[in-house]
């Protein structure tokens, strides 16, 4: 039980922060700030626990508190995941956000159509992506950023090891 309350209280402490952060102000980078929060919790949570089993204090031992760690580490990347997917505008969010709000009239798919027509996702994507150092601008250039190179590089390198096409959606 001590492990999960460490772990999961950890998660649910660096979520409350992470919430009321973007509240009051989203950060420029936010998958950078996201992560870099999430460590910061992490590392002074468990810090923190280190301290206390230093200090002769009750704590968890080293067996636990690696179970801990690796709890809150899967909670985290899941969560990152998970921003991640719900933070982009998506088609598919957009698809049902739109026949949402017609309710029980529905919409045909002609009226669909028309209505996704209005949105265009690829230049929010290409303002984040540049924000976070994936794309760099030249004049009216767009050259992949070191950080879309090494990202090019992972996704390519395993598709080819999985066989699969070198490029493409």
Request: charged share 15%; aromatic share 10%; with cysteine.
């Amino acid at each position: 039980m001590p492990v999960f309350l460490v772990g999961a209280g950890l998660f649910i402490i660096a979520f409350v922060i992470h919430v009321v952060v973007w509240k009051v102000r989203r950060p420029h980078h936010q998958a950078a700030s996201l992560v870099l929060l999430f460590l910061f919790v992490g590392l002074a949570g468990f810090g923190g626990i280190w301290l206390l089993k230093a200090s002769g204090g009750s704590a968890l031992s080293i067996l636990r508190a690696a179970l801990a760690i690796l709890l809150y580490l899967s909670c985290c990347m899941f969560y990152f995941l998970l921003f991640s997917a719900v933070d982009s505008d998506s088609p598919t969010l957009t698809l049902i956000g739109i026949i949402r709000k017609r309710g029980l009239l529905g919409i045909s798919r002609e009226q669909l159509s028309q209505e996704m027509a209005k949105y265009s996702f690829v230049r929010p994507r290409l303002t984040q992506m540049i924000n976070d150092g994936f794309l760099v601008q030249v004049g009216d250039r767009l050259h992949a950023g070191r950080r879309g190179r090494i990202l090019a590089t992972l996704v390519l390198s395993y598709r080819r090891l999985l066989g699969d096409r070198e490029a493409g959606g």
